[in-house]
């Protein structure tokens, strides 16, 4: 699926986070237990592409683009810390009339995830985490570096695009999938998207995951990595494992940061045998 038939599948619906009114767009399909796949910086909603529709046919399957990311609210005038994305999260299920979901995120969506399974353990049935942001493991210094409005600045459109795709191109595993690295570079590919960007970047607090015990977390948990990875290795799912009483760890080879592009195939079943148990 290419990226223009990708954001025509998705819907759109209005969220407040901190009196701010601001437009989620998301993909809605399928009937059943709600399944909601959440992405990370600096991806969208199609990183999920592989994934998520496999899944239409046995759950609803609900992935949104985070506020100023995709297709959703760019504009600059909100927070768009994890901490305020938990809670434009939380708001979109609200309006969908869910009461519990199985979460899977990945990167920041995975931070998003581990939050919201703290904060609202009723309505976490299942929490799978991918390469997540966690404890203090995190921004990396590519993300450090476009939180600075002047880097994004001096880079321009065209360089950040550039730098963007080498990001992709360099990290994902294996062969680049043409079609996803320009459908995720797409959407900073303007002075609004720039500008987004460097605001979501700079938006990535620490503070918010080191706040939360994992410990917490009551509901069933799989960790489910790319074992490759140099932005979140995985000795940070094995803490994780440590911390979550009865969450497994499963490492997949072959498989950087990027796991549900680097290896869709095994990421589903893993996924589906999880949800299945």
Do not use: K
């Amino acid at each position: 699926m290419n990226h223009d038939e990708w954001t025509d599948r998705l819907e759109s619906t209005t969220v407040t986070v901190d009196d701010h009114d601001l437009e989620m767009a998301y993909y809605d399909e399928g009937d059943g237990q709600p399944l909601v796949f959440c992405h990370g910086i600096p991806t969208s909603s199609y990183l999920w592409r592989a994934v998520a529709p496999a899944f239409v046919d046995d759950y609803r399957v609900i992935v949104p683009d985070m506020v100023g990311y995709g297709e959703s609210t760019m504009d600059d005038r909100f927070d768009r810390s994890i901490r305020a994305q938990e809670r434009a999260v939380a708001d979109l299920f609200d309006r969908l009339g869910l009461d519990s979901v199985s979460f899977v995120g990945h990167d920041l969506g995975g931070g998003v995830g581990l939050r919201y399974a703290v904060h609202e353990p009723d309505a976490v049935d299942d929490l799978v985490l991918s390469n997540a942001v966690c404890y203090d493991s995190w921004p990396i210094e590519t993300i450090v570096d476009l939180g600075l409005p002047s880097t994004v600045e001096e880079m321009g459109v065209d360089g950040l695009t550039e730098t963007l795709e080498s990001v992709f191109r360099d990290t994902l595993y294996g062969d680049a999938d043409d079609a996803l690295v320009e459908g995720l570079v797409e959407q900073w590919a303007s002075e609004e998207g720039a500008v987004s960007l460097s605001r979501n970047a700079i938006g990535t607090n620490t503070s918010h995951t080191t706040e939360i015990d994992p410990s917490a977390v009551t509901a069933r948990t799989l960790l489910l990595w790319g074992a490759e990875d140099e932005f979140q290795p995985i000795e940070n799912a094995e803490r994780l494992e440590d911390d979550i009483d009865g969450a497994d760890l499963v490492g997949l080879e072959e498989a950087n940061h990027w796991v549900p592009a680097d290896r869709p195939e095994v990421y589903r079943e893993e996924l589906r045998a999880f949800l299945e148990t």
